[in-house]
């Protein structure tokens, strides 16, 4: 594919449980992002993966949340014990590198947790 | 800690009016300014960033260091320019963006 893949588009499960949003980024990027939209808020970082540096986790909200990215590509976002204030878009960029290059963003992962 | 305001939630003007989105940002050192952009049912996507000093699509960005601003102006408002416009900031060497909250742009025909 041409862009960033994210499955799936729409996720709507309970409260309490676990989810899992992949990724998939353009063939080639090295540096991979996962943020999180709220309603009316900005996008807020998450985790970043650079080859195979250990990833940037500063922005997770919390330990329920974990990222893994397997080969240097494809990558996974799992949030555990799911609350409502999850609820959000979940967007996952690519780049070429990591530096000041321009990000690729995938259509989202729209979160409810009822 | 860098951060970045659009005071406009939502900005409405006519076809043909100038446009102005406005952007300022609290960082220490040199950052890195962008603008991205998303059309309806589209990606969020790079719109222009700084460094390049470019035009496009009739948007231009200056960089005013001495009133940390970064507005998107263009002066001849089209229909299709109708989207959501973050204004985004890096620092210097960083890969971490901070975005704003989003102006969305409406251009009344």
């Known amino acids: 594919g041409a862009g960033v893949s994210q499955s799936p588009s729409n996720k709507v499960t309970e409260k309490g449980k676990d989810v899992e949003l992949r990724c998939d980024p353009i063939s080639g990027h090295t540096a991979l992002y996962w943020y999180r939209q709220s309603l009316g808020q900005g996008l807020e970082f998450l985790i970043y993966?650079?080859?195979?540096?250990?990833?940037?986790k500063s922005g997770l909200p919390s330990d329920r949340f974990s990222a893994e990215r397997t080969g240097g590509s494809v990558s996974t976002l799992t949030i555990q014990r799911t609350q409502q204030e999850d609820s959000a878009v979940y967007l996952c960029?690519?780049?070429?590198?990591?530096?000041?290059?321009?990000?690729?963003f995938g259509d989202g992962t729209r979160l409810s947790i009822l | 800690a860098q951060r970045v305001t659009q005071p406009e939630k939502l900005l409405s003007v006519f076809k043909g009016a100038p446009v102005e989105l406005k952007c300022n940002y609290s960082y220490s050192g040199s950052p890195e300014l962008f603008w991205y952009v998303q059309y309806s049912r589209q990606r969020l996507q790079l719109l222009l960033r700084?460094?390049s000093r470019e035009s496009i699509k009739g948007f231009t960005a200056d960089l005013n260091k001495g009133e940390t601003s970064f507005h998107l102006k263009k002066p001849f408002a089209q229909e299709e320019d109708s989207a959501m416009y973050y204004c985004?900031?890096?620092?210097?060497?960083?890969?971490?963006?901070?975005f704003g909250k989003g102006t969305k742009l409406s251009v009344i025909p």
């Open positions: 960029a690519s780049s070429l590198d990591s530096v000041n290059q321009p990000q690729h």
């Open positions: 700084h460094i």
């Open positions: 993966f650079q080859g195979n540096s250990a990833p940037d």
């Open positions: 985004v900031i890096s620092g210097a060497g960083s890969y971490q963006l901070t």
